[in-house]
């Protein structure tokens, strides 16, 4: 049990009353034991990243505004200067605060009347959420307390359906949604919740919080790892699609799959998830396999993309995070037995990858036989959307469709299913659970790394030999996934 070396804290930030909405052992550690808390990972970092080039946009919103503290890391000068700035009367960007017990700075201050402002948040998503609320209730309770008369509460979010043509207007790019009301109701609460929040962190010990849904919402806990490490591999909490029945078994003090009594209450593939669990043997329907494998007619393409998508387009005709495919890797096993053949492309430079891409995929893709892709309906919403920007390709996509078989379904439906795969139908659990090979000697090992790794490369500050290094490292990877397809269908046929 951890032990505080710090029993007080002269505020709470805006990060950290989130942090302590989620779970009090969170907040904890962020004022008693901060140095067990780990560092954002790449993923969330790039998260981050990117919010920070959204509020930036933002600001283009307010032209005339004023920033505060740009790099001054001392809290009571960066008030000060926030206080001097506020009798200009003109919009303030992270303008600081402190007041009721709460520190907070404000993305965007707007002038209203003589007195007043309007409250403005900032978000990379595209739509309000309840963490949002929490957000702004926190900040118009500190700036209200600090002595400022707050008129109205906006969130400025991202608007779906916009698509980049051209340099990007502010004005089109974000709705400001306002949620006065919410936000208002929402406050009334703060003061109690800060106290509780101030009560926890005084505490000597940790607080012993059990794990639950709380440790995915609404982010991932930074002490989700340590918090969980107590279960064993088969967990109750990796039942395929198993929602509350994980930690309702928790809850009865059940952790492993093969302590789940009989007569709780699950679906199919769950009674096999838990049978395979207690015997260690795969479940195999080999009728279902055989009928899957059917599908398949050579030439058998074996085919999957990599792709990335921005908050902020970088390309004309592109909507906020939609898809881009920048890689593609195609193996064509031609006849039973026979080598596979390996095409691939993986874009170069900064222009927009799609016509290219296109281009290419139709010159390699056999025109007869199976197309096999693992969660196909991804590669599919790829292709049509790239024939937005090249109608011409429309006829081929239909084409192409018309032969897809998708990999995923029979681990989607359990006709296979190995206990090493946790629950999970991916191919990153799959082909391991049933070929023995895997990822793990790779240096980019998922999808979401080789966006970012691509993203880096190509739009970063990255040397020539940098920039190699990531493209055999791409190579690599999307390289494996459809080798491991063929793997995967073997091993399949081997089974029947």
């Known amino acids: ?30 004022y008693n034991a901060k140095h067990l808390i780990p560092e954002p990972d790449a993923q969330t970092q790039a998260i981050f990243d990117q919010g920070h080039e959204v509020g930036a ?159 995915d919402s609404p982010y991932t806990c930074p002490l989700h790892d340590d918090c969980w490490s107590f279960l064993p591999e088969a967990n109750v909490t990796t039942l395929y699609r198993g929602g509350r029945k994980g930690f309702k078994l928790l809850a009865k003090g059940i952790t492993g799959l093969t302590e789940i009594p009989d007569d709780f209450p699950l679906t199919d593939n769950q009674k096999i998830q838990r049978r395979a669990a207690k015997t260690g043997q795969p479940h195999v329907d080999k009728p279902a396999i055989r009928a899957f494998l059917k599908r398949i007619k050579y030439p058998v393409s074996h085919l999957d993309f990599e792709t990335f998508g921005t908050a902020i387009p970088l390309f004309d005709g592109v909507r906020p995070y939609e898809q881009i495919p920048f890689q593609f890797s195609l193996h064509v096993v031609r006849s039973p037995g026979a080598e596979p053949g390996h095409h691939k492309f993986l874009a170069d430079g900064t222009d927009d990858p799609r016509p290219k891409f296109m281009r290419r995929l139709r010159e390699a893709l056999p025109t007869a036989g199976s197309v096999v892709a693992f969660n196909a309906g991804f590669e ?97 990877y999307c390289g494996l996934d459809t080798e491991g397809m063929i793997w995967i269908v073997d091993s399949l046929r081997g089974l029947t």
């Open 57 to 215: 946009l933002a600001k283009k919103l307010f032209p005339d505004g004023i920033e505060i503290g740009a790099g001054v890391t001392d809290l009571d000068e960066t008030i000060r200067l926030t206080k001097q700035a506020l009798k200009q009367r003109k919009p303030l960007f992270e303008a600081a605060f402190s007041g009721s017990g709460g520190y907070a700075r404000a993305d965007i201050l707007i002038p209203v009347g003589d007195d007043a402002w309007n409250l403005v948040e900032v978000k990379s998503t595209t739509d309000v959420k309840d963490i949002h609320l929490d957000d702004l209730a926190f900040q118009a309770f500190v700036l209200t307390g600090a002595g400022l008369k707050i008129r109205r509460c906006i969130l400025a979010h991202i608007d779906p359906d916009f698509v980049k043509n051209g340099p990007i207007d502010p004005h089109q790019f974000f709705v400001l949604e306002d949620v006065t009301n919410q936000v208002s109701a929402l406050s009334r609460s703060v003061e109690p919740t800060l106290d509780e929040m101030f009560g926890t962190i005084r505490l000597r010990e940790c607080p012993d919080i059990h794990i639950g849904r709380h440790c």
């Open 1 to 30: 049990m951890a032990t505080a070396s710090v029993n007080a804290a002269p505020y709470i930030s805006k990060s950290k009353f989130l942090w302590g909405l989620q779970c009090q052992k969170l907040i904890w550690h962020a």
């Open 380 to 476: 599919l919403r790829c292709l049509k959307e790239c024939c937005d920007l090249k109608p011409e390709f429309r006829p081929w996509v239909r084409g192409v469709q018309r032969r897809i078989v998708d990999l995923w379904l029979p681990f989607r439906g359990f006709r296979f299913y190995h206990p090493k795969q946790n629950g999970s139908a991916s191919m990153k659990s799959v082909l391991p659970a049933l070929t023995g090979r895997g990822y793990d000697h790779l240096a980019i090992q998922d999808g979401t790394m080789a966006s970012l790794q691509y993203l880096r490369a190509a739009f970063g500050n990255v040397s020539v030999e940098g920039r190699a290094a990531v493209r055999k490292q791409l190579d690599d």
